[in-house]
């Protein structure tokens, strides 16, 4: 019976990761390790359970009547287990998050250091980021990222939500000035984010109750934030920051706030994870952990 249980939850988890590249990336084995395991278990059954591509798979009609079982069958062991080892609400196991690279580094590490202090039964691993994790395609417990995720399929929570701030250094104020309207930024050197070829080069703002938008031409752009950061710091020019980013160098004056009488979109910093009926208790209490660390801190809105 172990086999087989322990077949279950490897398909469980190559559904969930959707390729053999990522389940072998979430248990630490080679792809070729995995694509035996697959192929062993369908002679097993007898039945094919996943059509392969080149890059992807699906599940066959078979492989999706599997994976509904498998699903519900290891969630009942879980719960069992539980039960019977009295554990259901100490947290305990390993957890993968992932958080972008300023902010894990700035804001999190500590707080994920302080966790595991706490509940010493749990081990976590803090993957940092600027690629725009993905909880099923990254084998992550818990993706943390600004704004909510488009994706239907996960759930999310809001942890805290902060405000957008234009900002410059001393040396750029004094070699440029600083602009007096969002349409002065159009004549001022700007530094935006770049994803994917994207270039976030659309600065919202609120005008009394209206919503507006300047569309800037970037001087420099990076896809990474700290790059970003480190740029305005040393005077390359104006960035568009998020708070909790920033707020430790308008405190000691190494970046200074612009158009202050302009209220720039607010953004929320979410917790996104796997949709699934019950979360094990080490995911809900580090939930609640961060969300309590952060939520007095002075970049909250």
């Known amino acids: 019976m172990p086999d087989e249980i322990s077949d279950l939850k490897f398909f469980c988890t190559l559904a969930a990761a959707g390729s053999i590249a990522g389940c072998a990336r979430v248990v630490g ?12 278990l369908e002679a097993r059954l007898g039945t094919r359970l996943v059509t392969r591509t080149s890059r992807h798979f699906a599940l066959t009609a078979e492989g999706l009547r599997l ?3 498998a699903v519900r069958i290891m969630e009942e062991i879980e719960e069992a287990e539980a039960e019977v080892t009295a554990r259901a609400d100490i947290p ?15 804001r999190l590490a ?18 940092l980021s600027d690629a725009g994790l993905d909880v099923i395609d990254d084998g992550l417990d818990i993706a943390i990222r600004a704004g909510m995720p488009p994706d239907q399929g996960v759930m999310a929570t809001t942890l805290i939500s902060s405000r957008r701030v234009v900002c ?24 935006c984010l770049l994803r994917r070829q994207r270039i976030f080069n659309e600065w919202a703002y609120h005008d009394g109750k209206v919503r507006k938008e ?28 998020v708070l909790w980013d920033i707020a430790d160098d308008l405190k000691c004056g190494r970046l200074i706030e612009c158009l202050t009488s302009y ?18 208790s ?15 801190r002075d970049f909250v809105t």
């Open 168 to 191: 410059a250094s001393p040396d750029y104020r004094a070699r440029r000035g600083l602009p007096a309207t969002p349409h002065d930024l159009l004549k001022h050197d700007c530094i």
């Open 263 to 280: 209220a720039w979109e607010e953004i929320v910093l979410c917790a996104v994870y796997p949709s699934r009926a019950h979360l094990p």
């Open 214 to 241: 300047i569309h800037v031409t970037p001087h420099l752009a990076a896809s990474s934030s700290e790059v970003v950061h480190d740029w305005a710091v040393s005077g390359h020019g104006i960035a568009l920051k």
């Open 29 to 40: 084995m080679s792809s070729a390790a995995m694509s035996r395991r697959l192929s062993a």
């Open 282 to 296: 080490r995911t809900r209490f580090f939930l609640d952990f961060v969300r309590q660390a952060l939520r007095h």
């Open 67 to 69: 994976h509904e079982r």
């Open 92 to 106: 305990h196991g390993l957890l993968r998050v992932g958080v972008p690279s300023e902010l894990g580094r700035k």
């Open 110 to 127: 500590g707080i994920v250091a302080a966790f595991v202090e706490k509940y010493p039964d749990v081990t976590v691993h803090l993957t």
